[in-house]
């Protein structure tokens, strides 16, 4: 067991002799027990205790005188003391153990003890051998009765990793078969078992715990092979920076796995060469001098070492990882200016320039609150004309002009500005007097245009002031005053073309009389602009705007309204409410007076006006009935104006007809128009007949076209072949066909052969010179019954009638007139000498028939 631990140790300590007699044979006292005055004896043992030290005492009881009684224990790191051991008892060798003993009692039968707790068993790793190195031997008292045969079972015996212990079957001997490796496995749990040839078994399984001792064969290991880690610059020595941790697979309760930190190197050594230390045991890295400077430096590499037995180099293995510690910044250098002075220059009226560029210097890191530059104006421009931005690249401040400067006011600006950075200084850190510096702005006169002082200017006036009449004097104002310059004026925008300026003083005059009534008026104002421009190089000009508010007068007679309406001609029905606009306004417009003329005396006769109130008034009928018919009646309206308007206006009424709802009838709204009873009878009439005409006309348009149709039905489709006739163009026969005699083709200079022929010999495609007959009159408006007898009066005329169609029908070729000086014509070859086919003919009806058996049978024929 090894020291320093502490456990509580169970002892079991068997009959190690027994009493026997000077011969050595045992002998049997059945009034006595032999044995120990326990069966279990406990020790509480200390960590710290010390070889040599007695732990407890044992008892034993041997029936007879205590001498010659030996005691064995079988753990070799405990021994019994030397006390009454002259028995003369075999000893078991040290490295083999009985955990199946037996004790025999006074009857000379053996009772067996509960099994003994064997202790582990220390097997160092890394061995070199040689292999298979024994461990114990395990053997059971009964092996002296019977064959025993020993065997182990377990993780490392039957089980993986398999075969790295074995045993002797016979002799119990147990044996490691190779090096064993803590960090793979730190302890093995195996049971021995014990049978008989026969497989029988002779004891209870006995546990056996095998320990590999560690040996120190791993070095640390960093979890990290770099750390990064920062402090501030200026931290105080103590100040935590980082930890760094390594791990040894070594048993870290024995020095083997131990592990103690130490800063082997750092680099730079400045401002000196242990500005930081490790704690040994946690790895925890701190500040241990003052000193640190990110200006100066801003970044260390520590090499850290870790070595295991406790940081012992001579017998410990080591390890090392480097540490990059950055120094970070902090804001405790304040921006200084490059100058004291700065200078720049402006025109007048222009913003967003930027006017001078300010240089600042600070050493602390760049594009970081520490570093970035914040600008203030601290004095010489109580009005805002400037503000200075920040140049994020350069951290220049940028010196701008956001409101007009004005030459005329103020020709130069003394600015005093200050600059700090955007986080605070850090504690004890005072700002620079560098911090501040002046700016010297100048501004250049530029030519300005001239501005009218009063723009959109308002006068009120009333209109209708005669053309010519001075209205004002609108001049404009020239702001360059450091110049000698003239202002000339001219008109912009006059959309009625009313008004004139004087071009060297402004003035301005009417050109026509203002009317307040005009469509150029807007809410009574009428606007006009007019420019103002300088001699300046580049000339500079200026608008202003004049708003002329027109003042009504009365110029607008009142005009009646409506102009038409419509009453009945009797009284009391229905009146004409009438009323006045007047294109003025208040006062120069109602309340209206309406009256009616004097003259002609018909018109009060006939008709009166009854006032509503001031606006309104209502005509009506005097007398009770007029004429329907349409009348111009006259009526003066005058308005309230001083001195008032009036106007004689004319309403067309229209007199008509009325029903019970007091509405003009149709014929009252005719007879309105101005029409008499004879007229509108004269106009029904007309309009009756027409519409009659046009249903005639539309019933004899039917009936032609079904006779149309009915005539196409009487004609056979085969025997019509007029879609078959073709006219050809005649050509003739050129210089050869001019000899003949045209005179031979013509007819008879008389036609008396025709008159003095006889009956029947005649030429029936003439017609024939007779009187015609008498065909009977069609009505002009036919009535059915009639048709009938009509058509048959027809026929009868018809087929009495020589001269009626078709004469043409039946041709007799008897006559070639008076006589002819040309040959026959028979013997003409009628066959074609050709090879053209002419079976098209007997497509052309029965007219063609002959044709088409002559020319077109082929060689049938």
Known sequence: MPLGSRMLLLLFFCCGGSARAPNGDLTVRPTCKPGFSEDDYTALVSQNIMEGQKLLKVKFSGCSESKGIQYETDNLDFKKGKKNTSADLLQQPSDTLLPWRHQQNSHGLRRQKRDWVIPPINVPENSRGPFPQQLVRIRSDKDSEIHIRYSITGVGADQPPMEVFNIDPVSGRMYVTRPM????????HLRAHAVDMNGNKVENPIDLYIYVIDMNDNRPEFINQVYNGS??????????????????????????????????????????QNMFTINSETGDIVTVAAGLDREKVQQYTVIVQATDMEGNLNYGLSNTATAIIMVTDVNDNPPE???????????????????????VMDRDQPHSPNWNAVYRIISGDPSGHFTIRTDPVTNEGLVTVVREVDYEMNRAFMLTVMVSNQAPLASGIQMSFQSTAGVTISVTDVNEPPYFP???????????????????TFSAVDPDRFMQQAVRYSKLSDPANWLNINATNGQITTAAIL??????????????????????????????TLQIYLIDINDNAPELQPKEAQICEKPNLNVINITAADADIDPNIGPFVFELPSVPSAIRKNWTITRLNGDYAQLSLRIMYLEAGVYDVPVIVTDSGNPPLY?????????????????????????????GTGAIIAILICIIILLTMVLLFVV???????????????????????????KYDEEGGGEEDQDYDLSQLQQPESMDHVLNKANGVRRVDERPVVAEPQYPIRPVIPHPGDIGDFINEGLRAADND?????????????YEGSGSTAGSVSSLNSSSSGDQDYDYLNDWGPRFKKLADMYGGGEDD
Request: hydrophobic content about 35%; proline content about 6%; overall charge negative.
């Open 181 to 188: 490796d803590r960090e793979e496995r730190a302890s093995y």
């Open 231 to 272: 402090v501030d610059e200026g931290s105080k020595p103590g100040t935590y920076v980082m930890t760094v941790t390594a791990n040894d697979a070594d048993d870290v309760t024995t020095a083997n796995g131990m592990v103690r930190y130490r800063i082997v190197t750092q680099t730079p050594q400045s401002p000196s």
């Open 337 to 359: 200016f490059t100058a004291s002075t700065y200078s720049g220059e402006v025109p007048e009226n222009r913003v967003e320039v930027v006017v001078a560029n300010l240089t």
């Open 454 to 472: 009063t723009n959109h200017k308002l006068i009120r006036l009333e209109e209708g002031v005669p053309t010519g009449t001075a209205l004002m």
């Open 515 to 544: 009317d307040r009534e005009s469509a150029y008026i807007k809410n009574n104002v009428y606007e006009a602009t007019f420019l103002a421009v300088d001699n300046g190089i580049p000339p500079a000009s200026g608008t202003g």
């Open 647 to 675: 106007n004689t206006s004319v309403i067309k009424v229209k007199v008509c007809p009325c029903d019970e709802n007091g509405d003009c009838t149709t014929v009252g709204a005719v007879a309105a128009a101005g029409l």
């Open 700 to 726: 004899w348009m039917k009936r032609r076209e079904k006779e149309r149709h009915t005539k196409q039905l009487l004609i056979d489709p085969e025997d019509d072949v007029r879609d078959n006739i073709l």
């Open 802 to 814: 020589p001269t009626a169609p078709p004469y043409d029908s039946l041709l007799v070729f008897d």
